[in-house]
C-alpha cells in the first residue's frame, strides 16, 4: 500500500469510530458526532461509549470489539491514561488509521505524557496502523463534508487547498480565507508527518496547492526529498514557526517538535522550491492568488490608480520584492495621450484621477479605458488597481467594470485593492465573492500586500520553467 | 504672527470663498460647497462664480472682490491658467489663507505647470499671504464640521490624529481607520510645507499624535529642527514614500517633490525621534495603539491564547521587533498551575484551551481568570489575546469578559487578535468600537501585527524618557 492510499481513510473514510465520545451536545460541549450530523457527513459513524446505547439518535456500541462492521478511520477522544488500550482495540479490529485527538503526551512536561505517546508508537510500529496526532483538531475534506474539528464554526469550502498543519488554528480560517479544501492537523507528529501527507497531496485531483504549517520536523532527509518533488508538480506556501531559541522552546513543548536553526530552514526551503511566508497575512493572501487567478507569465506589473500617492508606494513595493513596474509600450502611452490632459506625466504607474476630474466621461467608463489599455500592453503580466474616491452608486459599476475587462483578457491576474470605507465595511466580501467567479479577478486589502503575493507567484512560475528547461 | 496662526485658518476658518465652485451638483459632481453643507460646517461661504446667482442656494458673487465681508479662506477651483490672477485677487482683498486645489502645476510634464506655480510663489512671497497646494484635496477638521474634500464619502471622527500629508488618498480613510481628526493635504508644498503644519500641531489640544505623510522636503534643516522639538511632546508616525530610483522619479512627477536617498531619510527620523513604518497598514495599526490605548510602561508581553501554535508565532514576532515575552512571576505561575491539567507546561505565552478542554468551567470564565491572572503580573505590561475557536453565542460573551478585565487594570493596554470568522465578517467593527471606548483594549487584526505596533509605541516612551533624564 502507497503512503498515499494509507493517508487517504484519514481524509475520506467510509466509516469512522468516535471512542470515547461524550453525552454531552449543545453549545460549548464540542461534540465531534454533532458536529459531523451538522457538517453532512454521508459514511457511517459508531460513536463508543460503555454508557450509552445511543448519542444524538446515533447508536453507540461499548467498545471498539462490539462494532459488528469494518471501520476506515477510529478517533480516539479517551483521556491520555487509557489511549494506549484504546489503540491496541483499534489495531486488534484491523483498523488501520488512527487519529489521537486528546492533549498531554509528548506536549506535557509530566513524564507521563512521553512515555504514553512512546507507547503509541510502539504498539503501531509495523502493524500497519497509521496514527494522526495525538494532540490534533484531526482532518476534514469539504469536498465529503467530512470534519473531526470540534468546532461547529468551522467554515469550509470546496477550494483546491490542501493543508497540512500542526495546530488547529489553521482549520478555522486563515483570515478571511475560508481555508479548508482538505486538511491534517498533525499536532505532536507521533506518526504521521509532514512528508506523508505531501505525497498524498502530491496526485490528489482536489488540491492544486498545499500549504504547510511546520513547528518541526524529525526525518528532514525524507521531507527534503518529498518536498522537492512535490513542489515541481504544485506549489507549497511554508509558514515555519519558531524562529527565535524561545519560540522553539515553545513549540518543543505544543507539539514536542524537534527544532533547528532558523537559517537552516531557510535554506532547506529554497533549495527544494518551497515559498516561505512570515505571517498568517502572507499565507492567506499567497494562498487567494494561487487559488483565484491565472499565473503571471511574467514579472511586468501595471498599477492603476486614482491617487498619485499610492501609486508612489506600490513601486516601493514592487522594488522591495521585486516585481517590475514595467515601461508602457509607445502604443499604449500614445493612446492614453491622446485623452489624457496635455499636462499629465503618462507612465506606469498610471493616476486615472487627472482624466476623471478633467473629462466628460464617466467614472466607471475612464477606469474601464485605462484598465482595458493596461490589460492590452504586452509587457503587463498582472494589473493592480489602487482605488479610492470612488462612489459606491456610480454607474457603470466597478463590479461591472471588472467583470468586463476580466472577461477580455482570460490570462492576466488583475487585483483590486480598495482604500475605501464603504468597500471596507458593507461590500467587500460581496464584490470579493463576485469577482473571485471570474477566476480573473482578486480582491487583497492593500496594494503592498498584493504586490509580495504576487511576486512570489511569479517566482514559483520561473522555478517552475526553470526546471522544465 | 506665529506660523501656528497662521496654519489655523486652513483648519478653523470662520468663513470660506470657494472660487471658480462649478454650477453643476449632484452625484460625481464633487461639488465642495455642496459637500461642506451636508458635512455641516457652520462658518459663512462665498460661492464665487460668474455666471451664477446662487449655488445649492447659496449665494454667489462674480468675483472675490464683489464679496461684502472679510474672508479667512480662499479655495481656488478654477482651471490652472486664471490661477495666478485669481491668487493676486486674494492678497489684494486681504484673504491671507489661500488654497490652491488644481492640478497640471509642478506636477505636470510640460513647462507651463513649473512657470504657473512659481507665479503664485512670486505673487504671495512675502505679502504675508500663504498658500497651501497646488494640487491638493484641500483641508479637514472633523472637531468643526469642515471638510474642502470633495469627496462626500469621507468618514469624518474626532479622533486626536493629525495628518500631514501629500496625498489626498489618507483623507478618506486609512484601511479601516476613520483618519480625519484634522488633516492638511500639502499636494504640491509651493508654500505651507510639513515643518509649518508640524508647528500648528505641536501645541494643538485636540491632536495627540500627528501622521506624516511625505514624497520630498523642500528645506530639510528645519524639518528636522521641528520635527525633532515635535517629537518630544507628541508621537510623529511617518509614511516616507519614494525609496526607490523609480519612485523617487514618479514622486517628483506627483507633487514635483524634490527627494534625497533613502537611507539618507531613515537617519535623519531616527535623530529626530520620529517613527517611521514601511506602508499604510502599520500606520494604521499605530495610530489606533497611540490613540486609544494606555502606553506601555516596559516592554514587557503577555501572550494569550486559545491555540499553542500561534503562540509560537506571537513570540516569532515579539523577537522580530524587540518586545519581551517575559517569564511569569511565580505567584502567577502557580496560581496557573492550581487550575491547568497537570501535564500543561505553564508559561508565557499561555495557551488556555487544555484548561477549557479538561475543565469544568464556562469558556468565558476560564478566559477572564486567564487574562486577570496575567493583567495582574508586574513583568506583563501590555497583554495580547490571540482569540481562535471561541463561540459567538457563549456566556460569558467576548465583550463582557473583556469590558470587566480592561475596568480592573486602567493602566495596562490589551490587544484582542480574533482569527474567527464570525468576528472577521460580521462582529468586529461593532466589538472594535464597544471595546475603544473603554480607552484599553483594541482590536488588530494579527498577533504579528499588535506586537510590531506595541513594540514601536515602547520605543517611543523609552525615547521621552530618554529625554526626561
Keep these: 500500500m502507497s503512503v498515499a492510499e494509507q493517508i487517504k481513510p484519514f481524509l475520506d473514510p467510509k466509516s469512522v469510530a468516535l471512542i470515547g465520545i461524550s453525552r454531552r451536545t449543545g453549545t460549548e460541549s464540542l461534540n465531534v458526532l454533532e458536529g459531523m450530523l451538522e457538517q453532512g457527513y454521508k459514511g457511517k459513524i459508531y ?38 488500550d484504546v489503540v491496541r482495540d483499534c489495531a486488534n479490529k484491523g483498523i488501520r488509521s488512527v487519529v489521537v485527538v486528546g492533549q498531554g503526551f509528548a506536549d506535557g512536561v509530566d513524564g507521563d505524557g512521553q512515555r504514553l505517546q512512546d507507547e503509541i ?19 476534514a475534506n469539504a469536498f465529503r463534508d467530512f470534519s473531526l474539528s470540534f468546532l461547529k464554526l468551522v467554515d469550509m469550502e470546496k477550494i483546491p487547498v490542501g493543508l ?86 515553545a513549540a518543543q513543548s505544543h507539539t514536542g517538535s524537534i527544532i533547528g536553526r532558523d537559517e537552516v530552514w531557510d535554506a532547506a526551503f529554497r533549495q527544494c522550491g518551497l515559498i516561505r511566508v512570515d505571517n498568517v497575512d502572507e499565507m492567506s493572501d499567497l494562498l ?78 475612464s477606469l474601464k479605458d485605462g484598465l482595458h489599455m493596461f490589460m492590452e500592453d504586452p509587457g503587463i503580466h498582472a494589473a493592480i488597481l489602487i482605488l479610492a474616491s470612488w462612489m459606491e452608486r456610480t454607474t457603470p459599476s466597478l463590479t461591472d467594470v471588472l467583470l468586463e475587462v476580466a472577461h477580455s483578457f482570460p490570462q492576466k491576474p488583475m487585483v483590486l485593492c480598495p482604500y475605501e470605507g464603504w468597500l471596507h465595511d458593507v461590500r467587500r466580501k460581496e464584490l470579493e465573492e463576485t469577482l473571485r467567479k471570474t477566476g480573473k479577478v482578486l480582491v487583497l486589502p492593500t496594494g503592498d500586500r498584493a504586490i509580495k503575493a504576487l511576486s512570489r507567484v511569479a517566482k514559483y512560475s520561473e522555478y517552475r520553467r526553470s526546471l522544465a528547461d
Design 288 to 365: 487567494k492568488v494561487f487559488c483565484y487567478v491565472p499565473t503571471m507569465a511574467g514579472r511586468g506589473i501595471g498599477v492603476l490608480t486614482f491617487t498619485g500617492g499610492l501609486g508612489i508606494v506600490a513601486i516601493d513595493s514592487c522594488e522591495a520584492y521585486g516585481l517590475e513596474v514595467v515601461e508602457l509600450a509607445s502604443e499604449t502611452r500614445q493612446r492614453i495621450i491622446d485623452v489624457a490632459p496635455p499636462w499629465l506625466g503618462v507612465g506606469n504607474p498610471l493616476d486615472l484621477w487627472p482624466a476623471v476630474m478633467t473629462g466628460s466621461r464617466r467614472y466607471g467608463d
Design 47 to 84: 460513536p463508543v461509549n460503555p454508557n450509552a446505547s445511543e448519542i444524538v439518535g446515533v447508536k453507540a456500541y461499548p467498545t471498539v470489539a462490539d462494532i459488528p462492521d469494518g471501520v476506515d478511520l477510529a478517533v480516539v477522544l479517551t483521556p491520555r491514561e487509557v489511549v494506549p
Design 121 to 139: 508508537v510502539s504498539i503501531t510500529q509495523g502493524s500497519g496502523v497509521r496514527v494522526v496526532g495525538p494532540n490534533t483538531i484531526g482532518t
Design 164 to 249: 497540512i498543519s500542526q495546530s488547529g488554528i489553521f482549520f478555522g480560517r486563515i483570515n478571511e480565507l475560508n481555508m479548508i479544501g482538505k486538511g491534517i492537523d498533525l499536532g505532536n507528529c507521533c506518526d504521521v508527518d509532514h512528508s506523508d501527507c505531501l505525497e498524498y497531496f502530491e496526485d490528489d485531483p482536489d488540491t492544486k496547492v498545499i500549504a504547510l504549517h511546520i513547528e518541526g520536523i524529525r526525518d528532514g532527509k525524507r521531507f527534503l526529498e518529498v518536498a522537492g518533488r512535490v513542489s515541481q508538480k504544485k506549489p507549497i506556501v511554508v509558514l515555519k514557526t519558531g524562529r527565535s531559541q524561545q519560540a522553539s522552546r
